[in-house]
């Protein structure tokens, strides 16, 4: 058994031993004595000993615990749609028992509201910001079903002829979530509740319960862990966070310049009508094309190589990068704004950075991971390097002397006293522990600012920590590359009829395309499928897919005029020329229609 689990038992056991030795005092006591009752008693012992753990009665939960509502009261009968706090009056805290039927619960609300109308709803305002009315209105089952999951409870007045013609405003939904938890002190005058009674026996800790089994230990000493989600595909997990989250209706406009995307995307974050749950519908400066999905794929592709070449707030071997440790870029919140532009992106099935390093995507996600082939030339500090080297290489006795003789303040400064009584067996452990600190622990703050900017956005990041294994291929290089097969998959082809005389040109064309797809895959030309981007407007495959299958068609090339090959982005088509028989000849325009792309509506 270890120290710290022994400390544990006896810990328990002293608590559990203090609270009985106490009861039998107040129990053996004179029961007539006037002014104090058992349960006084017992809340003086808390005070005095500072608590302890209460046992809940083996029948069930406590029969009167009370819950904590933030209700509002909805200023026009026939509102739909939640957009400002002006639509509703401030929020009201309202305490109730938990075990209250619908009409006792309505009363309770009408005695602690001030204005209540007569006959109301109860209702919540969902992602989307709607109102919508609640299934169930008592308070144990709006809490056992989370029906308001982050909204307050809002009192809708039911339309009467008094009403009938209001009309409501416009505003955002609250930021303001409900507190809804147990409380251990309930005022039960309020509601006529009568004192629950004392079962003493309850009051009693069993040793043989409070015992702590190793099994209990260890989920105490690690985090908190749930693979529930591990059966869920990526897919699955985004389709539901933008049901929750996303408002498809509506879209809010992005003037983007193709060379300052990144100034562009931070001018719109600053802008008071920026809302990131609403479809961005991106506007290319000089580009004459309307979004209906290719500009904002392309919108957040190049988004995503500025928050890595751009913000300065990453460093190191290009797709295993780290936070850099900088003060400065710590209080311009450059971090946030990287955060946030993020899960913008991935939101709305944009691309992630794919280009943080694999170990500190599962440190910022809290698992564990072997840092034994953590590859250290992504260090960008030359000392650092050679120093954990130094550690690498240290396998005999004298190599260690030497080393605590002259790394053993460095070492101990990164968070490692223990270096002056390691062995070597430690050392293994000690690089693991130096590795850490510069990639992780050094690093903290920043990475801090960069979850909240994630969380910004409907608390993106505590969705990627709980499915992290889902996100590894977004945040890190861990994604499978595009291959031939893979690509040819994404395409369907716009035959002519059989037989036809355009069918045969269009098979001369697309027996080159399979060839130059080969090329591709044998690196016999200069291009790559994440080329891809010529006719979809994203480098990879999206997290949710494209909205539709890529298409193939062709066109007559006119007698005298070189047409190239082009692209719809949107419609996710690609043209092709019919007859194209000479493989040279059909290089030659797959290259100039790669490398001569202008933009979305050039010519």
């Known amino acids: 058994m270890s120290e710290r689990s022994a400390v544990f038992r006896r810990r328990v056991t002293d608590i559990r031993d203090r609270m009985n030795a106490q009861f039998n005092r107040l129990l053996n006591q004179d029961d007539s004595e006037e002014g104090t009752s058992l349960l006084q008693s017992f809340g003086v012992f808390r005070q005095q000993h500072g608590g302890g753990p209460v046992r809940r009665p083996r029948g069930g939960r406590t029969r009167h615990r009370q819950l904590t509502f933030k209700v509002s009261v909805l200023r026009n009968p026939t509102l739909t749609q939640y957009r400002s706090h002006r639509d509703a009056t401030p929020a009201t805290r309202v305490v109730v028992p938990v075990n209250l039927n619908a009409a006792e619960f309505r009363q309770a609300l009408r005695d602690n509201i001030a204005d209540i109308p ?25 809490r056992a079903r989370n029906l308001l999951g982050r909204s307050n409870l809002y009192i809708r007045p039911k339309i009467t002829e008094a009403n009938e013609d209001s009309t409501g405003g416009e505003v955002v939904q609250s930021e303001m979530a ?12 309020r509601h006529n509740v009568q004192e629950p009674e004392v079962i003493r026996e309850e009051f009693y800790i069993d040793s043989a319960e409070s015992e702590v089994s190793d099994l209990d230990e260890a989920v105490l000493a690690s985090p908190e ?16 966070f933008q049901e929750t989250h996303l408002d498809t209706s509506n879209y809010c406009a992005i003037i983007a310049r193709r060379r300052k995307i ?27 094309a309307d979004d209906y999905g290719g500009p904002r794929r392309e919108f957040f592709r190049l988004l995503m190589v500025e928050t890595q070449n751009s913000l300065g707030i990453f460093e190191g071997k290009p797709g295993s990068l780290l936070f850099s440790y900088s003060q400065q870029l710590l209080s311009s919140n450059k971090f946030y704004t990287a955060g946030k532009l993020i899960a913008w992106s991935i939101a709305h099935n944009g691309p992630g950075p794919r280009y943080i390093n694999r170990h500190l995507f599962c440190m910022m996600c809290g698992q564990k991971t072997s840092l034994d082939d953590f590859d250290v030339e992504v260090f960008m500090d030359e000392d650092i390097k050679q120093n954990i080297e130094k550690v690498s290489s240290c396998s005999t006795p004298e190599d ?9 303040d460095w070492i101990a400064g990164c968070g490692i006293p223990d270096i002056y009584t390691a062995t070597l067996l430690d050392v293994k452990r000690i690089r693991g522990e130096i590795v850490s600190h510069f990639a992780f622990h050094r690093v903290a703050s920043m990475i801090q600012q960069f979850v909240a900017g994630m969380d910004s956005c409907g608390r993106f990041w505590q969705m990627v920590k709980r499915c992290w294994k889902q996100f590894l291929p977004v945040f890190t290089n861990a994604g499978n590359k595009l291959t031939r097969n893979s690509f040819q998959d994404l395409f369907t082809i716009g035959w002519s009829p059989a037989g036809s005389n355009r069918h045969e040109e269009e098979e001369a064309t697309i027996f080159q395309w399979e060839w130059w797809l080969m090329a591709i895959q044998e690196r016999e030309v200069d291009h790559t499928f994440e080329e891809l981007v010529f006719i979809t407007g994203a480098d990879l495959l999206p997290p949710l897919g494209f909205p539709q299958s890529c298409n193939i068609d ?3 090339q006119e007698s005298g005029m070189r047409r190239i090959p082009y692209t719809s982005t949107c419609s996710l088509s690609l043209y092709l020329p019919r007859g194209v028989a000479d493989e040279d000849q059909f290089k030659d325009l797959m290259n100039d229609a790669l490398k001569g792309s202008l933009g979305f509506g050039k010519v």
């Open 262 to 288: 990144l100034h562009s995307a931070c001018m719109a974050l600053s802008k008071s009508y920026f809302a990131w749950h609403k479809l961005p519908n991106i506007e290319f400066v000089g580009e004459m």
């Open 178 to 189: 409900i507190v809804l938890h147990d409380t251990e002190t309930p005022d039960h005058s």
């Open 400 to 408: 260690l002397a030497d080393l605590k003789s002259h790394l053993g």
């Open 554 to 556: 062709f066109y007559d």
């Open 118 to 142: 007569l006959q109301f709803d109860l209702c919540k305002v969902n992602g989307q910001r709607l109102i919508l009315p609640l299934e169930e209105e008592t308070p144990q089952e709006i």
């Open 225 to 240: 862990q749930n693979d529930s989600h591990d059966e869920m595909d990526l897919a699955t997990v985004l389709k539901d």
